[in-house]
């Protein structure tokens, strides 16, 4: 059973930091394009990256551009989306999606083969 589960969400201070991880099971995930998503209450999901599986390049959306960084640990089978100087506005829930044989052109991740369940992340003082 291909599943992405997510973890790592929470309560954080503005300008903290946060790591989201996104674990795979069922498949390895080295093989996959790896996009992250969040959506606001009431708003669709939007895109915030995407990260190729031919040659690991990562794109960002400009909100989040040189505050959110995406990794990959091929030993754990696990991709993390390393957030940092968070702000109030980033509170939403994050999600993470893959795609095999996916090269990304830009930011958004176009198709799906599987979905994480979502993480709170709420930034608040």
């Known amino acids: 059973q291909v599943q992405l589960v997510e973890s790592g969400g929470g309560l954080v201070q503005p300008g903290g930091s946060l790591r989201l991880s996104c674990a795979a099971s069922?498949?390895?995930?080295?093989?996959?394009?790896i996009g992250w998503y969040r959506q606001f209450p009431g708003k669709e999901r939007e895109g915030l990256s995407c990260?190729?599986?031919?040659?690991?390049?990562?794109y960002y959306t400009n909100s989040v551009k040189g505050r959110f960084t995406v990794s990959r640990d091929n030993a754990k089978n696990t991709v993390y989306l390393q957030m940092s100087s968070l702000k109030p506005e980033d509170t939403a829930v994050y999600y993470c999606?893959?795609?095999?044989?996916?090269?990304?052109?830009?930011?958004?991740?176009?198709?799906?083969?599987?979905w994480g369940q979502g993480t709170q992340v709420t930034v608040s003082s």
């Open positions: 999606a893959a795609e095999r044989d996916y090269t990304c052109v830009d930011y958004m991740l176009l198709a799906f083969d599987a």
């Open positions: 990260t190729s599986s031919t040659d690991g390049k990562t």
């Open positions: 069922g498949f390895t995930l080295e093989d996959y394009a």
